[in-house]
């Protein structure tokens, strides 16, 4: 495992991350389980949010860091203020009413790095950063950070805050990965900034540095070798039509062929390949992922130990045919 530091939290953070998504309180020892198997491939990064599982997915994630011991050494991103149908709810008094929910499920004093789920960009970035500083100041969170803000919103939030002497946001989590997104695929406000139109986010987060926890970095399955050219008319419902739907054009099939290349030079798999690109490219990647079984989370780890070079990250992302 390779790991990197986020302002404001002083330990060790593991490039790639486990969601607690799947956690339920009617199985505690699968759950249970799983955590131990991210945390035995070296994870200390994990990634909850107030909407998941009606609080259960934080109330199993905090009895088994309280069982195992081990609260000083994970980190833990929850989220706050999704909308609620349509009622938006980025707001001071959602965001605390969010974090007084998720640190009683969690059984927490407080919480590594708190998100925001959605933004509002009719609501000011001000009372947003005021709020999240005094839940700073009280001790109940270390950073705070952005899931599915644009660039320009987080470098006005982060202005705001440095003219008043105040924390700005320490991470930013959009969607991001070797292959494009064509189309939002939650609606409602997600944001990606892959391909050819994100370009100027990502030039904007690689002179930054910005901590990216990236959701979606294996493009919603495009990678699991599932999807093919000649077939996609068989993928008609849930997940599968989302990704047919927000991933499976020519350039990325072009991609996921160069990623399969790599992937036999390396001795690696595709989506290790995938989520190296992530780790190791030009961005500040900690890519989030649910594995949902110990084989999927130990192959996940693994593509820290691929190596790619520029010039390998330039093919991959068809911005070279050599390397």
């Known amino acids: 495992m390779r790991y990197g530091r986020i302002p404001g939290i002083e330990k060790d953070v593991s490039r790639v991350a486990q969601g607690a998504i799947m956690l339920d309180e009617g199985d505690i020892a699968a759950g249970f389980a799983l955590m131990d198997a991210a945390y035995a491939q070296g994870i200390t990064l994990f990634d909850s949010a ?17 069982d195992r011991g081990i609260r000083d050494t994970i980190v833990l991103m929850d989220k706050c203020s999704h909308h609620h149908g ?6 001071p008094e959602c965001i605390t009413s969010d974090l007084n929910d998720c640190l009683a499920w969690l059984g927490f004093e407080t919480i590594d790095i708190f998100s925001f789920h959605r933004d509002d960009e009719t609501q000011p970035v001000g ?136 992937a036999d030079e390396r001795g690696a798999t595709v989506p290790q390949i995938a989520l190296a690109f992530v780790i190791h490219g030009p961005l500040n990647g900690f890519p989030l992922m649910a594995g949902w079984t110990a084989q999927q989370i130990a192959e996940n780890a693994r593509a820290c130990e691929v190596e790619l070079t520029e010039a390998d990250i330039a093919y991959l992302d068809l911005e070279s045919d050599t390397r």
Not at 163 to 192: I, M, T
């Open 50 to 66: 107030h909407i998941y599982g009606g609080g259960q997915c934080d109330r199993v994630f905090g009895k088994w860091v309280a």
């Open 86 to 91: 349509e009622v938006n709810r980025v707001t």
């Open 127 to 262: 009372p947003l950063v005021e709020r999240m500083n005094e839940h700073i100041a009280e001790g109940r969170i270390l950073a705070f950070g952005a899931s599915n803000w644009t660039h320009q919103r987080i470098a006005e939030a982060n202005a705001y805050a440095e003219a008043n002497a105040l924390a700005g946001f320490a991470v930013s989590s959009p969607q991001y990965s070797l292959a494009e997104c064509l189309g939002d695929p939650w609606g409602r406000g997600s944001v990606w900034i892959d391909g050819p139109a994100g370009r100027t986010a990502r030039d904007w987060y690689r002179e930054n540095r910005m901590p990216v926890l990236s959701w979606s970095t294996l493009a919603g399955g495009f990678f699991s070798g599932r999807f093919r050219r000649d077939n996609l008319e068989a993928f008609t419902d849930g997940a599968d039509a989302r990704c047919v739907r927000c991933y499976c054009s020519e350039d990325n099939f072009r991609r996921l062929d160069r990623a399969a290349e790599l």
